[in-house]
């Protein structure tokens, strides 16, 4: 079981903006119009802290954000099973899970290459009994052009979504809603949340695409519960 008190829960809710925030850009380059896939970079959300006890993850690109976080606030991890597959056979979606975490710089990892996604291994995993499991992914990018993640607009209440784990356990989830919603006005501690009902939580960008901000507008959030 993680747990978090006092500074850890600020240390949580700072990082979590910067997962929303930073859902743009990667350092490679800026995210993609859908016009300009082939010329530009996809979407980022950011890093893993120094020592945590889960197993290592690849370092990935991000976009600034301003917001710091303190990787001696973070929690221990305990070891236990990580996810390591989403499926969603209405999405024709079926890609691999790497546990990601926090940066140096304070901002969440994402596996650069947007046919895979990233598992928020600070919060809970699936399985848990409380909270919200969090899996953050890339929309598209300058080197891989389109991911699979563009399609989780097309998901409708009522479809299903499979999550296995490294002990070969497996989460089935139904979707209960998908929104887009402007990256400054998304509740963080409704998608971080860490002591209400299981749920599933999977962001990626989503809305328009701002050239001049060099990013998507929005965050497209679909949430699931167990089924």
């Known amino acids: 079981?993680?747990?978090?008190?006092?500074?850890?829960?600020?240390?949580?809710?700072?990082?979590?903006?910067?997962?929303?925030?930073?859902?743009?850009?990667?350092?490679?380059?800026?995210?993609?119009?859908?016009?300009?896939?082939?010329?530009?970079?996809?979407?980022?959300?950011?890093?893993?802290?120094?020592?945590?006890?889960?197993?290592?993850?690849?370092?990935?690109?991000?976009?600034?954000s301003?917001?710091?976080?303190?990787?001696?606030?973070?929690?221990?991890?305990?070891?236990?099973?990580?996810?390591?597959?989403?499926?969603?056979?209405?999405?024709?979606?079926?890609?691999?899970?790497?546990?990601?975490?926090?940066?140096?710089d304070g901002q969440m990892e994402l596996p650069p290459n947007p046919n895979t996604i990233g598992w928020y291994r600070f919060g809970p995993a699936p399985g848990d009994q409380r909270g919200s499991v969090v899996l953050g992914g890339h929309l598209d990018s300058k080197e891989y052009g389109k991911g699979p993640l563009v399609r989780?607009?097309?998901?409708?209440?009522?479809d299903s979504v499979t999550v296995r784990s490294s002990n070969d356990s497996v989460a089935t989830y139904r979707v209960e809603k998908v929104e887009d919603v402007r990256k400054t006005a998304l509740a963080l501690g409704q998608v971080f949340d860490r002591g209400s009902e299981p749920r599933l939580r999977i962001v990626t960008c989503g809305g328009p695409y701002d050239r001049d901000g060099g990013g998507y507008r929005d965050n497209l959030v679909v949430t699931a519960v167990p089924v």
């Open 152 to 158: 989780l607009s097309e998901l409708e209440p009522g």
């Open 66 to 104: 301003g917001i710091r976080t303190r990787a001696a606030d973070l929690p221990t991890l305990a070891e236990g099973p990580q996810p390591n597959r989403l499926q969603i056979g209405s999405a024709d979606l079926d890609i691999p899970v790497l546990a990601v975490g926090v940066a140096k």
């Open 1 to 64: 079981m993680i747990r978090v008190r006092g500074a850890a829960i600020l240390a949580m809710a700072a990082l979590a903006a910067s997962l929303l925030a930073g859902c743009g850009a990667s350092e490679s380059g800026s995210a993609a119009a859908p016009d300009e896939r082939a010329e530009s970079s996809g979407p980022a959300v950011g890093e893993s802290p120094p020592s945590p006890t889960r197993s290592a993850t690849p370092s990935a690109p991000r976009t600034p």
